[in-house]
C-alpha cells in the first residue's frame, strides 16, 4: 500500500478536557489516487490532513508512506493551503525555488522552477512580486511551488476555497490536467459535494462529533466528467443523502449551545 | 497639490501673525524673536558654514549611536522572542528600562565615559536600542504560522527556518522598529548635545542661549524639526509604506 492510515486517533485539549476530535481513522490510498475527503465543517478534514503533512502528531494510531512511518513534515508530502501561504519577499519564481535550495543547485532549481511555473501557465510572471498576483494566480504558484519538490503526494487543503466560482472552474480543470500530466497522488479536502464528484477517483466521506469516516465511495465516472451530468447528480444525491444527518447534528449541536448560553 | 496650498498659507499666516504679535505688544527679541530675525540667522549660519559643521558633527554621532542601537536592538529582539526565560527576566527590565527617557542616563554617562562624544553616543544607543528590541521580538513572535507551517512542509526546519523564513516575515516590524529608533536617538542626541560638548546642532543652541541669542536658538529649533520631519517622511516613511504593500500587510490605494 502506498499511503496507509492505521487506526489514528486524535484528541485535543479543551478547556481543561480533552475533545476527541478523530475517531478509528483507517485509510489506503494507492500511488497515483485523486482521493478527496468530504464532510462538514469542523469534522476534522485538516487535522487528518495536517497529520499526513506532519504538521500534527496522532494521539493514537501510525501512518505510512510508501513502509516510511510519518512521523514529520518532509519534502515527500506537498501541501497547499487555503491561503497561497507565498512568502512575499520572494519574487514568484524564488517561491518555487524555495524547496529546492537543499535539494539541487541554484540553476538547476531555476530550470526546475520554470518548468513548474510553466506547467500552471505562470512562466510570465516569474519576476513578479506575489501581492501583484490575483488570489487564483497566487494559488496556481503555491501549486507549483509544491510540485517542484517532486513530493509523492500532494496535500490540498480547500485550495480553491478562497476563490470565486469562475475562477474555481477554470482552476478544477487545470488541476486535472496537471494531475493526469504528473500522475501525482493527490488527497483534496473540500466541503463542496460537486468539486469532489468533479475531480475524485475516490471521496472519502467524513462525519462529525467526533471526526470519523462514514463511507468510502469510488466514483466511477469517465473523464472529462462535464459530459456525464446525470451520472454525477446521482452520486451528489447520494452523498447529500449521507451528510444530511451529519449536518442536522451540527445545526442541532448549535441550538443546543445557543439556549445553554 | 491642494495640501501642500494649504499648507504654505498656513505657515505664511502663521509667521505674518507672529510678526505682528511683536510688533503690536513690543516684545524683546530675548523673550521672543521674530519670524525675520529668526531666518535671517539661520541664512547667516548657514552662510558661514557653522550650521553644516554643526550638523556633520551631529548626524556623525547619530550615525554611529543608531547603527549600534540597531544591531543591539535586533540582536536582543531575537533573543528575547526565542528564549523564554530571557524574555521573563531581561524582557522585563527592558520594558522597565522604556519608561526612563534616555537622557536622564546622562550623568551616569559622563561619569563613565567623561564629558565627551561617548557619552553622548551611550544616549543615542540607549534611545534606539529599547524600541528596537521591542518591536524585533513582536515581528518575530507574531510571524504567521501559515508561513512557518508551510516552510515546514517544504521541508525547512530549525536555523534554515529562521534566516529563510521567520527573520525576513518579521521585516515590516523591524523597519517600523527602525522608524522608532531615528526618532528616539534624534531626540536623545539633541538633549545629550544640549548637556554636553560640541560641536553639534544642540551646543550651539546652548551656546547661542548663553549669549541671549534667541534667533539663533530658535533657528537651530527649526532645523531640528525640520530634519526631524524630512528624514521620517521622506525615508522611513516611504519604506515602511512600501514594505507594508510588499508583504500584504496594507492595501494600494485604488488608483
Ligand atoms: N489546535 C487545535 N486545538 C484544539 N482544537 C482543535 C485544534 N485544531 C482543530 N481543533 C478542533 O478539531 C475539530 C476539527 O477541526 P478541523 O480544522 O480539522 O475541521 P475541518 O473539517 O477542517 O473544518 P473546516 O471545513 O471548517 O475547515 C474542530 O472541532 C476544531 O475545533
Ligand atoms: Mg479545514
Given at each position: 500500500m502506498f499511503l496507509s492510515i492505521n487506526n489514528v486517533q486524535k484528541s485535543f485539549p479543551n478547556q481543561g478536557k480533552t475533545e476527541q476530535v478523530l475517531r478509528d481513522i483507517n485509510l489506503n490510498i494507492e500511488k497515483g489516487e485523486f482521493v478527496s475527503l468530504l464532510g462538514p465543517s469542523g469534522c476534522g478534514k485538516s487535522t487528518v490532513l495536517n497529520i499526513i503533512a506532519g504538521l500534527l502528531r496522532p494521539s493514537e494510531g501510525e501512518l505510512y508512506l510508501d513502509n516510511q512511518q510519518i512521523t514529520k513534515p518532509g519534502n515527500d508530502r506537498g501541501m497547499v493551503f487555503q491561503q497561497a501561504a507565498l512568502f512575499p519577499?520572494?519574487?514568484?519564481?524564488?517561491?518555487?525555488?524555495?524547496?529546492?535550495?537543499?535539494?539541487?543547485?541554484?540553476?538547476?532549481?531555476?530550470?526546475?522552477?520554470?518548468?513548474?511555473?510553466?506547467?500552471?501557465?505562470?512562466s510570465a510572471y516569474a519576476n513578479h512580486s506575489p501581492h501583484e498576483l490575483s488570489g487564483g494566480m497566487q494559488q496556481r504558484v503555491a501549486i507549483a511551488r509544491a510540485l517542484a519538490m517532486s513530493p509523492r503526494v500532494l496535500l490540498m487543503d480547500e485550495p480553491f476555497g478562497a476563490l470565486d466560482?469562475?475562477?474555481?472552474?477554470?482552476?478544477?480543470?487545470?488541476?486535472e490536467r496537471i494531475w493526469v500530466e504528473t500522475k501525482k497522488t493527490i488527497i483534496f479536502v473540500t466541503h463542496s459535494i460537486q468539486?469532489?464528484?468533479?475531480?475524485?477517483?475516490?471521496?472519502?466521506?467524513?462525519?462529525?462529533?467526533?471526526?470519523?469516516?462514514l463511507q468510502d465511495i469510488p466514483i466511477d465516472i469517465e473523464r472529462p466528467r462535464e459530459k456525464h451530468l446525470q451520472q454525477m447528480a446521482q452520486y451528489e444525491e447520494q452523498i447529500m443523502k449521507l451528510l444530511k444527518n451529519e449536518i442536522d447534528k451540527?445545526?442541532?449541536?448549535?441550538?443546543?449551545?445557543?439556549?445553554?448560553? | 497639490m491642494q495640501l501642500a496650498i494649504k499648507r504654505i498659507l498656513f505657515f505664511i499666516g502663521l509667521?505674518?501673525?507672529?510678526?505682528?504679535?511683536?510688533?503690536?505688544?513690543?516684545?524683546p527679541p530675548v523673550i521672543l524673536p521674530s519670524p525675520t530675525t529668526v531666518f535671517s540667522s539661520l541664512f547667516e549660519s548657514l552662510a558661514d558654514g557653522s550650521l553644516l559643521k554643526d550638523l556633520r558633527a551631529s548626524f556623525s554621532r547619530l550615525l554611529i549611536g543608531l547603527s549600534i542601537a540597531l544591531i543591539i536592538g535586533v540582536l536582543l529582539g531575537?533573543?528575547?522572542?526565542?528564549?523564554?526565560?530571557?524574555?521573563?527576566t531581561l524582557g522585563s527590565l527592558i520594558l522597565a528600562l522604556q519608561s526612563i527617557p534616555s537622557i536622564v542616563w546622562l550623568?551616569?554617562?559622563?561619569?563613565?565615559?567623561?564629558?565627551?562624544?561617548?557619552?553622548?553616543?551611550?544616549?543615542?544607543?540607549?534611545?534606539?536600542?529599547?524600541?528596537?528590541?521591542?518591536?524585533?521580538?513582536t515581528g518575530i513572535k507574531n510571524v504567521q504560522p501559515l508561513y512557518t507551517k508551510a516552510a515546514q512542509t517544504m521541508g525547512s526546519t530549525g536555523i534554515d527556518l529562521f534566516f529563510r523564513v521567520i527573520l525576513p516575515a518579521s521585516v515590516p516590524y523591524a523597519v517600523t522598529g527602525t522608524?522608532?529608533?531615528?526618532?528616539?536617538?534624534?531626540?536623545a542626541l539633541m538633549a545629550g548635545e544640549l548637556l554636553s560638548s560640541g560641536p553639534g546642532l544642540g551646543y550651539t543652541l546652548k551656546y547661542a542661549s548663553d549669549f541671549g541669542r534667541m534667533d539663533m536658538v530658535m533657528a537651530i529649533m527649526v532645523v531640528i524639526g525640520v530634519i526631524g520631519v524630512t528624514v521620517d517622511i521622506l525615508i522611513f516613511q516611504r519604506i515602511e509604506k512600501k514594505v507594508m504593500i510588499k508583504w500584504g500587510l496594507e492595501q494600494k490605494e485604488a488608483a
Open positions: 519577499w520572494l519574487s514568484v519564481e524564488e517561491n518555487v525555488m524555495f524547496p529546492l535550495k537543499k535539494i539541487m543547485k541554484k540553476q538547476e532549481a531555476r530550470e526546475t522552477a520554470q518548468k513548474y511555473l510553466q506547467l500552471v501557465q505562470l466560482e469562475q475562477t474555481r472552474i477554470r482552476l478544477h480543470d487545470e488541476l468539486e469532489a464528484i468533479k475531480l475524485s477517483d475516490r471521496i472519502i466521506v467524513m462525519g462529525t462529533q467526533p471526526g470519523r469516516i451540527v445545526a442541532e449541536e448549535e441550538l443546543k449551545y445557543a439556549v445553554s448560553n | 509667521f505674518a501673525l507672529w510678526e505682528l504679535a511683536i510688533w503690536i505688544f513690543s516684545i531575537i533573543l528575547l522572542a526565542k528564549f523564554k526565560t530571557a524574555d521573563e550623568p551616569l554617562a559622563i561619569m563613565w565615559f567623561g564629558l565627551n562624544e561617548k557619552a553622548v553616543i551611550f544616549i543615542v544607543v540607549l534611545g534606539g536600542t529599547i524600541v528596537m528590541t521591542i518591536n524585533m521580538r522608524r522608532l529608533a531615528w526618532a528616539f536617538a534624534w531626540r
